[in-house]
Structure formats: C-alpha cells, structure tokens
C-alpha cells in the first residue's frame, strides 16, 4: 500500500493500481465514475503502447481510454 | 362496442421498459421478448432512437419499450436523460433491468439508481452461461433478497430463461410499490437527506412526481437537469435556500465533490453486496480470458492493422462476391416480370399508355433499384456481425492513432463505417460522441462513406464502361469518397473547429460468437429500409420521372421535348465541362438528389429500360472517362433528402445543413469536371 501516486497513463502493461483520484472537469469526472473508477477502485493496465489508447480492466470489464484521461486518473501502484 | 373493447384492452395492457449498460445483451433480450413485432421511431423532442415491441402471455398484451442503453442516470447526455424521464413520468409497470453477469459491480450501479428512483425493478442477470467459464457463480437468491426485487438468470442471446421473465414481469407488475431501497450515505449525509426529504415532503406537487428520497438526493447532488426542472414549479423557494444550506455544510466536510462522495457509497454498498452474492474461484487477475487473449493478436501493435485491414477487404468480398451472381438472377427476375407483365396487359388490352407507365416506368425503374437489394442486405449482414461480435469496438480502438492525426478519435471510425451502409442512421450514430466539434466533423464528413445507395449507380457504370476492371474501378470510388473525408476532416478541424480535446472511453464488449437469428435482425432492421425506400420514394419518384417524361400530351416519350427534357437541358451546360451534359444525366442527377439509388431508376425510366438492358443504351451516351466522372459527382454532390434532414436534426442548425449540401455540391462538380478535363488531356477521352 506504499506506492507511488502517479497517473495511470504511465503505469506499464501489467501492472494492477488502485485508483486515488480523479482530476479533470466535472464532465469527465463523472464519466470516470460512471464507468466504475472512483477511489478505491482497483485496476489493471491491459495494454499501453506508445501512441494508442490504453486498455484497462476493472474487474471483468475492459475500456479503452484515450491517454489524455489516463493521465488525469491518479493512482497507487498495487 | 369495438371501441368500448379497445380501450379495455388498453387499460389491461402491461407496460415493461428495457433499461441497461450498452453491451449488457438488452437489444437481444429485446429481440428474444418481441421477436419481429417491433417498432423503430424517435423519442420525441429527441434523436435518440425509440423501439418498441409487444407480446402477449397469458392472455396479457405487454408493451415492450427499450430505452437507450447507459451507465447511469445522472442525465448527463440525452440518452441518460430519456431514459430518466421515461421511468419518471411515464410511470412504467416493470422495468426489466438487464445486468451482465460478468460484469456485475459496473452493471448495479444502474440498478441501484433504478431503485432509488422507485421503478418497480424485476432484473435479468443475463449471460449467465458465461460465469462457468469464468470460475464465477453469482447467488441468485442472495442477490434478489438483498436487493428486494426478482432476479431471472437469462441468456437471451440462446432463448434461455425468457419465459421465467416473462412470468416474473407478468407477476412484478401486479405488485407494484414495494419498499424502496435505501442506500446509506453515512451519517452526515442522511442527516441533511432526512430534512429536505421532510421539506419535500411539504410539497404535494413534488411528491406525486418524485420519489422523494430520491430527490433528495438529486438535490444535494446539483444534478443540473433536475435543478432546471425545478424551476418550473413556483414556490419552492424554501426547498432551495434549504438546498444551498445543505450543500455548503456538507462541502465545508466534504470539499467541493459531494457528487463523487455519493457515487462512492453507492460503489461501496455494490461492493459489499457483491462479496456477498459473487464467489470467484480465482481472481480477477489471475484470469485471462478469451477475449483476453484474441486481444492480445487484434489489437497487438504491429498485428492490429494488418487484421483490421484484412477485415474491410473481406467485408467487401463478402458483398460484392457473393453479390454478384444474386444481382443477376434478381436483374432475369425483373425482365421476366416485366414480360409476364407486358402480355397481361396486351391481354386485358390496355392501352400503350398504362403499358408504358407499368414496362417504362414502374418495372424499369423500381426493378433497377431493387436488383441491388442482394449486396444491400450481404452488407448489412457484415456490418451487423463486426458489431455483435464485439471487434467493431477493437477496431476503434485500432484506428484511432490514424483517427488523431484527423484530429478526431477512434470512436468517429464507427459512424464512419456505418456510412457505408447507409449515411442517414450513421449520421445518427455520431451520437456517441461525446465532444461537439467530433461530432460536426463526422457529420459532415459522412456522406462521402459510399452508401449501399449508391452501389447501384457504380455497378451499373463500371459493368457497362470497365468490364473485367469494374471491381477496381468500384474500388476506386469508395477509397476516394475515403480520401476526400479525410481531407475535408483536416480542413474542417484547422479552420471550422478548432481546439476543443477530446476524451476517448469506450467499453471493450468481450468477444462473442453472434448467433444468426441475433445478426439476422439486425441485418433485417437495416436493410429493410431500402425495401420500404423502393416502395414508397423510389415508385413515387419512378412514376413523376415517367409522367414528366410523357408529357405534354403528344410528345414522344422521353425525347427531349417532354417537361423531364427541357427541365434537364436547362441544367445539362453545367455539366458539359465534366463530359457529360445530356439532359438524361442532368435529369437523373436532381432526382437523384432525393435517393441515390434514383440516379439508376430515372436512367431507367428515361430510356425506357430495365436494369439487364441499360448498360448497353448508357454505352451509347457516355465514355468511359465520362461515365467515371459522373460516378464521381453521384459520390459527392448533394446527400440524398433523408441525410440532409439527419444532418439538421442532429446539427439542430439550418445554417450547417445548408453548409453541407452546398459545399458537398460544389466540390462534386470541381472533382467531376477536374476527372474529364485531366482525363482528357492525359487522352483518356
């Protein structure tokens, strides 16, 4: 539970995190919550290349998300 | 007395409203529930797609409403906002909750606001079969004593557990008004709901609307769209000044976000009453799915194009393979019809004026555009399989690093390539996008996707002009109506629409096989629209092509002379630069403004000429640089009737609408008159 808090856009394929806080625009914020990423949430990096969407998994679920939001998603390395 | 019956029978009918996650199977369950009894019209005021359905069980007639598949109910976007109003003020007996079971946290948050906003909730925990594969199992039981309201176990997508919801919805709405759930929001927050509950209360024109715990709610939660509502009602002042009071302690605790403080207990007790009901036996991360691992090839870095691309290309084969030989025997079925049709007429001893409006006019021109049906539906069946599948949202994904260089985002790729079935519910599906300018330029760009319409005009020109070339040449114009829209994106996005980032979510749906009758529909629900087209615009417009041809009374038929001919002279010196200023083209061109497909059926019309036939009569009055040239403007200029309307609903502006059919219009000439003068020069004439 002593991870860094760092944005989820620069966290490698593979690597789990839990999601500390939203940054952003109230309108983006609440679809981050709509989708199910509040604090406390638990996800993993599916896939993270380099000028492409990333991929994430929250629980079963899978979502693209574009770089610009991934960096305004604050979590903790897992 | 039948009216009298009516409206018995009225009264006794059950309402069921659909309400779930996009990709959570409720199109299916819809399907499974309503089978081809269905009804595809608009919310009204809005231009999210309603579709309705009924059944009958037990001698009970049952409406089935689907509303628009969403995440929440917070009415952040139109679709959450319709599908709020409804429940609200609609009052529906039942709404069938459809939860996917593999995905069951992300899914209660629906049902949770389902409940609190007080819909008389039977849920369908569907794709269950799926859990097994999992190592999943989801306590039913638990689930629907813990959440107070019947739980079904369905696969729709196989027919199972269809009928123990039908008859959990026939029993829910005989019972109705249960107690509602009530989530807890911490001792802070129940304090401050306590009291505006008991100030809403006070309000009986408040509380034969609302839940009013449920409003409470919405109350602290600024929800914007409510706050607006509620400033119709006079005299609520007090409830306000309560509101601003409550919102200002609870931020002094708080901060600024009560919203997310809301939404984190509504995670939290989704969270306990999953550990509750949900047994894994292995976690979520030790899991790789299926799906896991075909995305781990679709969309790998490098493999990801190639197979996107491999896709498009079969696609196509699909279509234009297996359509070619179906357009033929179609074309033998239409000159056989309009012979049988010819000697019946000679029979009864019609007059040459009937036997040509039938021969000339209705058979020729309908049937040309009908002939086309085959690869309209083999199209539609393609497109309908990529999005059941689940790798329409993969591709997505995948383009959308091209998509960016546009200044768009992957998520624009789907309308565009809905386009090429038909622009007008593509148009229609930009809808998902989030941000405006995205939007507008999908717009605008999205008559230049190739539509099914416009096949025939292609099939017919190049099997008439380019022979064993056709398919290359028919290639050709849809990577150019590609080109163009690309071009056009960057320019719009440089100088129309500038700024404006966009956000990129989307829900990658695992993968599914599709079953045929799933694909079948869709396919049906799509195509049959051209059907309807040929017997409604095309036979009205095919008729007024006819009549405008054959007078005034004593002309020859279709000679220039006739109204059509002097209508189309008066037009056709635009078009000599591009090669082809007769007036049989300029003619086909404005009523091809109306249906693209019309461009075929007034060349049909005009020369007196079934599809079989009509190559080798436009082989007389075109060259093959012409004949590619006016391909070219039927590509470009002017989208059809239907689209431009899609393109002012969904723009709700009159300037962009007449923006769209003006620049679209300018540039088909320019490229047309552009292909036959370069053409000509390069001594292609």
């Known amino acids: 539970m002593s991870g860094n808090v760092l944005p989820l856009g620069l966290l490698r394929a593979g690597c789990s995190a839990v999601v500390r806080d939203l940054h952003g625009a109230r309108g983006l914020r609440q679809r981050l919550v709509d989708l199910g990423l509040i604090h406390g949430t638990k996800v993993g990096v599916v896939k993270n290349d380099e000028g492409s969407p990333l991929i994430i998994s929250i629980g079963e679920g899978r979502l693209a998300i574009g770089r610009g939001m991934a960096l305004k998603i604050m979590v903790e390395e897992a | 007395m039948e009216a009298a019956e009516r409206i018995k029978n009225e009264s006794k009918k059950i309402v069921v409203a659909l309400a779930g996650n996009p990709n959570s199977g409720k199109t299916t369950v819809f399907n499974a529930l309503t089978g081809a009894r269905q009804h595809v019209g608009n919310w009204p005021g809005v231009t999210v797609e309603k579709k309705e359905g009924h059944f009958s069980s037990d001698g009970k007639a049952v409406q089935v409403v689907d509303l628009p598949g969403t995440y929440s109910l917070s009415a952040y976007s139109e679709d959450e906002a319709v599908a709020r109003n409804y429940i609200l003020f609609e009052k529906p007996d ?96 129940e304090r401050e709901l306590a009291a505006l509950e008991k100030e809403i209360l006070s309000f009986p024109v408040l509380t034969g609307k609302y839940a009013s715990r449920w409003l409470a709610v919405k109350l602290l939660e600024s929800d914007e769209a409510l706050l607006a509502e509620l400033k119709n009602y006079p005299g609520l002042d007090r409830l306000f000044a309560r509101r601003s009071e409550a919102v200002k302690r609870l931020e002094a605790v708080w901060g600024d976000d009560i919203e997310s403080m809301l939404a984190d207990r509504r995670y939290g007790f989704i969270g306990g009453l999953a550990r509750e009901v949900v047994t894994r036996r292995k976690s979520a ?127 624009s790729f789907i309308p565009l390539l809905l386009g090429f079935g038909c622009n007008t519910p593509a148009i229609m599906a930009t809808r998902t996008l989030e941000n405006k300018s995205d939007r507008m330029i999908t717009i605008l760009i999205n008559p230049f996707m190739s539509c099914a319409a416009r096949l025939p005009v292609y099939v017919l020109f190049a099997g008439a002009f380019f022979g064993a070339n056709q398919g290359m040449v028919i290639f050709s114009l849809y990577l150019l109506g590609i080109v163009l829209a690309i071009l056009m994106g960057v320019i719009f996005k440089r100088f129309l629409f500038k700024g404006e980032t966009s956000h990129f979510v989307m829900e990658l749906p695992p993968y599914r096989i599709p079953t045929l009758k799933s694909t079948l529909i869709h396919m049906w ?161």
């Open chain 2, 94 to 189: 039942v709404v069938v909750n459809i939860v996917d079971a593999t995905n069951l946290e992300r899914n209660l948050y629906l049902t949770i606001q389902l409940l609190e906003l007080g819909a008389n909730v039977v849920i369908a925990l569907n794709m269950s079969d799926e859990l097994s594969a999992r190592q999943t199992e989801v306590n039913v039981n638990e689930l629907s004593r813990l959440l107070a309201v019947p739980v079904v176990p369905t696969v729709a997508t196989r027919n199972r557990g269809m009928k123990e919801l039908v008859n959990s919805v026939l029993l829910a709405a005989g019972q109705k008004g249960g107690p509602l759930l009530q989530v807890n929001y911490g001792e802070e927050m």
């Open chain 2, 285 to 411: 991360e030790e899991r790789i799915s299926i799906s896991d691992r075909i995305d781990r090839v679709v969309t790998n870095r490098y493999l990801g194009i190639p197979i996107f691309l491999l896709t498009m290309w079969a696609m196509f084969q699909f279509t234009f393979t297996l359509g070619e030989p179906l357009i033929g025997w179609t074309e033998e079925l239409f000159v056989w019809l309009g012979e049988a049709l010819g000697s019946l007429l000679a029979i009864v001893g019609a007059g040459e004026l009937l036997t040509s409006l039938f021969k000339d006019g209705i058979i020729a021109g309908v049937g040309s555009v009908l002939v086309f049906i085959p690869p309209i539906f083999l199209l539609f069946f393609a497109i309908s399989l990529l999005e059941d599948s689940g790798y329409m949202a993969r591709a997505a994904y995948i383009v959308d690093r091209f998509m960016h260089s546009l200044g768009l985002h992957g998520k």
């Open chain 2, 525 to 685: 629900e799509r195509g049959s629209a051209f059907i309807r087209k040929a017997g409604t615009i095309i036979l009205a417009v095919v008729i007024l092509v006819w009549v405008l041809s054959s007078l005034p009374a004593g002309v020859e038929y279709a000679s220039a002379e006739s109204i059509l001919g002097r209508i189309g002279s008066f037009i056709a010196p635009v078009f000599y630069p591009a090669g082809f200023g007769t007036w049989e083209a300029a003619a086909a061109l404005i009523f091809g403004i109306l249906a693209k497909e019309v461009v075929v059926g007034t060349l049909a019309v005009v020369y007196g000429m079934g599809e079989a036939g009509l190559g080798s009569v436009i082989a007389q009055y075109w060259t093959p640089l012409s004949a590619y040239a006016f391909m070219v403007m039927t590509l470009i200029y002017v989208p059809c009737v239907s689209s431009i309307a899609a393109i002012k609903r969904e723009t709700n502006s009159w300037r962009w609408m007449f923006f769209a059919v003006g620049y679209s219009l300018i540039l088909g000439w320019i490229m047309a008159v552009l292909v036959y003068q370069v053409g000509t020069l390069l001594g292609l004439g």
